[in-house]
């Protein structure tokens, strides 16, 4: 694929997309639009940057931090779908990483949520499943319009996350019973 990239676009274009990538992920931005880790960690530093798109450098320990919690999710979901875990519960804390763990993840990024959501709600018997879907729909629902000051759309995927981790063991443990 890149030896295709490069033949199509030429070898400047793919190292200039290339430089542009890197700078692009050493950028912090606060604003009330990005509900990403790095985000929500740096916003009480920056309350003013809040309601401003001004761009800040993304200290590198945070960099390093999103960059291994989301590699750990993928890989622990990875192995959990190897033992035998429910593979839209490993599919949907997959999506919740790449997302939730970049350093800029807009809300309307979150629309993927919709993917755990209906996971959730196919696993109506479990009330965990029930409790886990209404909490994520409700802070997405009853935090509108304040929803993207208060960037209820990465609570919401944590609660997901944890639902997708937790839900696929419960089941595994029952069925060796």
């Known amino acids: 694929?890149?030896?295709?990239?490069?033949?199509?676009?030429?070898?400047?274009?793919?190292?200039?997309y290339l430089d542009n990538l890197n700078r692009?992920?050493?950028v912090l931005l606060v604003s009330y639009n990005n509900a990403?880790?790095?985000?929500?960690?740096?916003?009480?530093?920056?309350?003013?940057e809040v309601m401003d798109w001004r761009m800040l450098p993304l200290p590198l320990w945070l960099k390093i931090l999103e960059t291994i919690a989301a590699?750990?999710?993928?890989?622990?979901?990875?192995?959990?779908?190897?033992e035998g875990a429910d593979e839209g519960a490993m599919v949907s804390i997959c999506l919740i990483a790449m997302t939730a763990f970049a350093p800029i993840a807009w809300t309307h990024y979150y629309v993927m949520l919709i993917v755990p959501v209906v996971w959730l709600i196919q696993r109506k018997?479990?009330?965990?499943a029930a409790w886990g879907a209404?909490?994520?729909i409700m802070l997405l629902t009853?935090?509108?319009?304040?929803?993207?000051?208060?960037?209820?759309?990465?609570?919401?995927?944590?609660?997901?996350?944890?639902?997708?981790?937790?839900?696929?063991?419960?089941?595994?443990?029952?069925?060796?019973?």
Not at 36 to 48: E, N, R, W
Not at 71 to 82: E, F, N, S, T, V
């Open 125 to 128: 018997n479990d009330p965990r």
């Open 71 to 82: 590699l750990a999710l993928i890989a622990l979901a990875g192995m959990r779908r190897k």
């Open 36 to 48: 990403s880790l790095a985000a929500v960690i740096m916003a009480p530093q920056y309350p003013a």
């Open 134 to 136: 209404l909490a994520a």
């Open 142 to 177: 009853l935090n509108y319009p304040s929803a993207m000051l208060s960037r209820a759309p990465f609570y919401a995927a944590m609660i997901a996350l944890v639902a997708g981790f937790m839900l696929p063991l419960r089941h595994r443990r029952l069925s060796t019973i």
């Open 1 to 16: 694929m890149c030896a295709l990239s490069v033949a199509l676009s030429g070898l400047d274009t793919n190292l200039a």
């Open 24 to 26: 692009i992920s050493n």
